[in-house]
């Protein structure tokens, strides 16, 4: 027994390693097939500088406070915005998954409003909030509240009835069972909820802040750097929003990792 | 043998009759049973499978509601609430504990919303544990166990209630023959260790026979009553020299001449109804 955990601790620690060079060359490929195409030079080196030019700018950024600010400030109302969607569309997606008629009578309503993107409620935000990051929070609870609110109800969905009949021979009653087995069952899915709702809250915060412009937030920054006419800042950046993301992700998914070792989709990974 | 009949009514079961509500209209599951289970008793209920032995168990734990008639435990009757001082272990052992939880945690869950301090919880858990030998994996996940020690630890759950009536719906359904044997005798020794009144169900004719008091035999769906047998067998017992004894022989056989060939034992009896789509 403890022979065979070992060896699988090892096979997967040497899968892990095989899987992360892999990945490391995939992004050196892509590279380098960048700085070949750029340096044969058909395009114009403002509007398609090299990867070597952009990834120096990109560390040149990391050091200017004037730049890491700005994704304080866009991380700040991500999370913000974050945090609101999911105190909001738990409870909520709890509820619903718990009551099949609440959530027949709204599931028609969440399926149509669930497709309308947040740039399309831009002006409304506008209106409502003005150019401030109060638009940015508020188009981040929209996106964010769909994808945590259906994980939710899905996660009620697929609580064990067993379990619960356990909860209640017991002799806990309907809340108590559905503090303490319930939403516990539940937990990996909401946890799916949240994480599918980090990638896209990070795009739409930076998308509403080249909207709303006027300086702040990294959108912003975006906005103002590309005035100057040259597009290298605008591709320093990106790579840089897309690592942050790539971060985000990868600290969430550890962890559920470790907080959802139990279930059945982790016990292989999970030590 | 006879001297359980005297001591106080544990369980009692009264004209009871279940019909599951479904789109297709009413199944009935539990036709018209009557019996009563006495304190310190251990009962058996065989019955084919499909029969309703699981809807009388959840009536019985108060998860159903009776259609008709009447369950009473320490007298008093079950009124839709889930009635103190019963426990059940399901069929499905590895669905009823609950991943997240250590055996500890498990064990100790039907006691951590009640009002039992730390220590008293931690010492009843540690004492149910050991009776099902299980101390050594207190901190283990129910699923990094095998089955047979999953259902110890769902034993050893409903041990730690201390229940008054514990139920066991087809336990050892699901695990290999030796684990099988094991498991029978220790719950044979937790019955007399503990003088806990047990209401077992099965579908192993042998199995009834060898650790109850009692046998009751179900029919065929809907369930009624077809036998309600004392066992004239003394304990302690053995798996092998206790099945080989000629009164076991004897009863075994009895009731499965009641459940492979019921036609020849109805019309011996007083007339019943056939109900159709039996199984
Ligand atoms: N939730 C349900 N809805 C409708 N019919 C059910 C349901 N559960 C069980 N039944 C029916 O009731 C009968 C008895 O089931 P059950 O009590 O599980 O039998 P057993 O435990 O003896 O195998 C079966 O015919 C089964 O099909
Ligand atoms: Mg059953």
């Known amino acids: 027994m403890a022979t065979t955990s070992a060896g699988y601790a090892r096979a997967r620690a040497r899968a892990g390693f095989r899987k992360t060079i892999r990945g490391v060359v995939g992004i050196m490929v892509a590279l380098a097939v960048w700085q070949v195409l750029a340096s044969i030079g058909f395009v114009r080196p403002e509007w398609f500088p090299t990867a070597t030019t952009v990834l120096g700018d990109a560390v040149a950024l990391l050091g200017q406070s004037a730049f890491t600010l700005q994704v304080l400030s866009t991380l700040y109302d991500m999370l913000l915005g974050l945090i609101i969607s999911t105190v909001v569309a738990v409870p909520l997606g709890v509820l619903l998954g718990r009551f099949p008629l609440a959530y027949r009578m709204s599931s028609v309503l969440v399926e149509a409003m669930r497709p309308i993107p947040a740039l399309a409620l831009t002006p409304v935000a506008i209106l409502l909030f003005g150019l401030s990051g109060a638009t940015t929070v508020s188009l981040v609870v929209w996106t964010s509240t769909w994808p945590i609110l259906i994980n939710s109800v899905y996660g009620m969905h697929s609580v064990d009835p067993v379990a619960l009949d356990t909860a209640r021979s017991f002799g806990l009653g309907r809340w108590t069972a559905l503090y303490r087995v319930a939403l516990p069952s539940a937990a990996p899915f909401i946890a799916t909820g949240i994480r599918i709702a980090i990638g896209i809250a990070l795009a739409v915060a930076v998308a509403t802040e080249m909207v709303t412009g006027a300086g702040s937030g990294v959108g912003g920054w975006i906005v103002q750097a590309s005035s100057g006419g040259s597009l290298i800042p605008v591709y320093a950046a990106a790579v840089l929003v897309g690592l942050v993301g790539y971060l985000l992700n990868y600290l969430f998914e550890r962890i559920e990792r470790r907080l959802f070792r139990w279930h059945l989709s982790y016990r292989k990974e999970g030590a | ?279």
């Open chain 2, 1 to 279: 043998m006879n001297a359980a009949a005297s001591k106080p009514q544990v369980l009692s079961v009264q004209d009871l009759v279940y019909a599951y509500r479904t789109a297709d209209g009413e199944i009935e599951a539990i036709s018209d049973l009557s019996f009563a289970v006495h304190e310190g008793e251990f009962v058996s209920i065989v019955g084919p499978s499909g029969s309703g032995k699981t809807t009388l168990m959840k009536i019985v734990a108060g998860l159903l509601q009776a259609t008709k008639g009447s369950v009473r435990i320490l007298g008093k009757p079950l009124t839709g609430r889930v009635p103190d001082g019963v426990a059940l272990v399901f069929q499905d052992y590895s669905r009823s504990l609950f991943p997240w939880m250590t055996v500890q945690r498990n064990v100790e869950f039907p006691l951590s919303h009640r009002r039992a301090s730390r220590a008293d919880v931690a010492q009843r858990s540690r004492e149910s544990l050991s009776a099902v030998g299980l101390v050594d994996f207190a901190t283990r996940y129910p699923w990094e166990l095998s089955g047979g020690m999953q259902q110890r630890v769902a034993i050893a759950r409903a041990l730690a209630f201390r229940p008054r009536l514990l139920l066991m719906d087809e336990p050892f359904a699901s695990v290999d023959a030796q684990t099988r044997a094991d498991l029978e005798d220790l719950v044979a020794d937790v019955h007399q260790q503990f003088g806990t009144t047990i209401l077992f169900v099965t579908h192993d004719i042998d199995e009834s026979v060898y650790l109850s008091d009692r046998v009751l035999v179900l029919s065929a769906h809907p369930a009624r009553l077809l036998l309600d047998r004392e066992v004239p067998l003394s304990r302690p017992r053995d798996q092998v020299a206790t099945r080989e004894l000629h009164d076991f022989v004897r009863l075994r056989a009895e009731i499965a001449g009641l459940i492979l060939r019921p036609g020849t034992e109805k019309t011996a009896s007083s007339p019943q109804d056939t109900s159709p789509g039996g199984r």
